[in-house]
Every structure is written in C-alpha cells, then in structure tokens.
C-alpha cells in the first residue's frame, strides 16, 4: 500500500531528522554541490553566497490574472522595489516591456502558462419539460491545464538564472503539469539554467503538511533545483527536511505586515533558504518598507518586532519627506 494511504500504526514511525542540516560540501547552496559550474553559478545570483538565502520579489501574477491590484503599472510600482530585491520573479512580456537591461539582478523567469482566471464553460444538450435546452457550467480545474510558456532558447536571450514552473500534484492535469517540469528540467540543465517547481494548491487540494512533503519530495526527486510552497504553522520543518533541494516560501494572500514579517521569520528558522513574495510587498501600505524590513529578516537576522520597527520608521521617514 502506499505510504501517503497508511497509517502511523502501520509502520516504523517516521524521522525527519529536522535538528540535522542537510551538508553541501564545496557549495553553500542545499542539494547543489554536483552541480556543474553555470548552475552554480546562477543559482549564486539567486541566493545570497553569504548565508545561503534570497528574497524574491514576485509580479507575475498577471500571466493569468491580467492586472492584479498593485500591478497595473509594474513600471511605476515595482521598479522602486528592484534594488532591494535578489532575484526578480516576472514574465518575459513584462522583462522585454518594463526591466531595464541594465538591471544586475537574478531573473526567475515564468515558464508555464495558458490558462486564465476566467474558468472556461463546459456545455452540452439537456432536455426539460420535453425541451431541448444547452446547458454549461464552469470547467473543472481549468488553472491546472497549463503548459510550457517558451522555449529553452527565449530563456537564454533573457539571460534567466532558473524558471519558474507551476505543478497541480493531486489535479486532473497533475501529470502534464510534472510533465512540463521535466521537460524544462531536461532543457535547462542542457545550459546551466536553473527550474524553480512551483507548488500549485486547487480548491480540492489539502493545504497540509503532509501533502507539501508528497508535493515538494516528488518535484525535487524528478529534477527541480528549487521548490517553492507555502508556509505552515504546524509540520514546516518536516516539509524543508526531508525535501533535498532548497525551498522558498510563497507570500500568498495580502496579511497584516507584522503577520506577513512573522511568517518570513518562521519559515527561516524552520529550514526555508528565502521567500518569493509579491502582495505581502507591493500591496502594503508602504512597499519599499516592507521590502526592506523583509530583507531585514531574511538575511540581517531581524526578528519579526524589529523588522516590524524598522517598517513603521521608513514608512514614517517617507510620509515626513513628502511634507
């Protein structure tokens, strides 16, 4: 029977060695040692030799969304915030249109796609009352039915450090979704190019522990240099354990900043190597604060009052410059 249907008295009960790091000898990054020099050497703009981690700033919200709040012009808001980013998570449309060439930092590079937010209908014929009647309903789970979004050369014209595939584990389209990892992973490692898997989580997916150990086990096992997921109050550390590759946290949905600063705290200490956020940071009240007190967590070692100070003071510094 397989491990995810059995139950802790069905077996050796499970140890995830989470007081244990997992070593990187001659490298700094997790699980990246044996990988050749160009790898190595992109992943290194992502994450911070220095201690290991990166702060992701996320705006590709609008390759299925269009323009989400705070990102209607990405020229006027993001672009303040790219100096305080290490790695940069956009689309090539918007790289191409609004990122200055100029720029010195890492892309992370959306490469799936093809699905939008607008749920497609499903129709057929029905009859009621001795009429026939065309009857729809919404699609099922039509955001999973993704596919590549470019060619392993568009990525190399755009200079990307790793590429960011979207994975449904547990959905109606979950095998071409790994599919279209694999085949990025098979592209990309051709050309030193880092995939970056993306834990996608539908309505009908469990938001647990157990379900990101399955999800981001089997993206690190089939190829993915990095995984991104979401945080977890209870089990995280499990998640980060026993995945051997380097995971970044998704920001999710707009939180208070201090519980958005509590959350990059936590998943620091309980194994994350960063955090790839976007509405936590664009949509705050102040977001060159709040990008800034994040990188006050991640890599100055701040913990969640102090950034929280720090937020409050920059914030108030710019409302005193605007006078």
Not at 24 to 31: D, E, H, Q, S, W
Not at 80 to 97: K, V
Not at 182 to 187: G, H, K, N, P
Not at 318 to 323: D, L, Q, S, Y
């Amino acid at each position: 029977m397989a491990d995810i249907q059995t139950s802790a008295s069905d077996k050796k009960e499970k140890e995830y060695f989470t007081h244990l790091p997992q070593e990187a000898p001659g490298f700094f990054l997790k699980g990246s040692h044996q990988y050749d020099w160009g790898l190595k050497n992109r992943l290194s703009r992502v994450f911070n030799p220095k201690d290991g981690r990166t702060v992701m700033l996320a705006f590709d919200h609008g390759y299925f969304q269009g323009p989400t709040t705070g990102l209607e012009r990405v020229d006027q808001t993001i672009l303040p915030l790219e100096p305080y980013a290490d790695c940069l998570m956009l689309t090539r449309g918007i790289q191409r249109s609004v990122i200055p060439a100029s720029t010195t930092k890492a892309i992370a590079l959306r490469a799936s796609g093809g699905t939008s937010m607008i749920s497609p209908m499903e129709e057929w014929e029905g009859e009621l009352d001795g009429k026939k009647l065309k009857l729809s309903r919404p699609g099922f789970e039509p955001l999973s039915n993704e596919s590549t979004a470019l060619t392993i050369e568009e990525a190399i014209r755009l200079n990307a450090s790793i590429l960011a595939v979207q994975v449904f584990v547990g959905s109606a389209y979950e095998r071409q979704s790994l599919k279209n990892m694999t085949d990025l992973v098979d592209a990309a490692s051709r050309y030193g190019i880092g995939v970056m898997g993306v834990v996608a989580v539908g309505r009908a997916m469990a938001r647990n522990a157990q379900y990101f150990r399955l999800a981001t086990r089997i993206m690190a096992e089939l190829g993915a240099n990095v995984v991104k997921c979401y945080y977890l109050e209870e089990g995280f550390d499990t998640i980060t354990s026993c995945c051997p590759v380097p995971i970044v946290i998704a920001g999710g949905k707009k939180l208070p900043e201090l519980d958005a600063l509590k959350m990059c705290f936590n998943a620091i200490n309980e194994g994350a190597n960063g955090v790839d956020m976007g509405r936590n940071i664009f949509q705050s009240d102040a977001p060159v604060a709040m990008m800034r007190a994040v990188q006050g967590v991640v890599h100055g070692g701040l913990n969640p009052k102090k950034a929280f100070e720090m937020y409050n003071d920059l914030k108030s510094d710019k409302k005193k410059a605007k006078k």
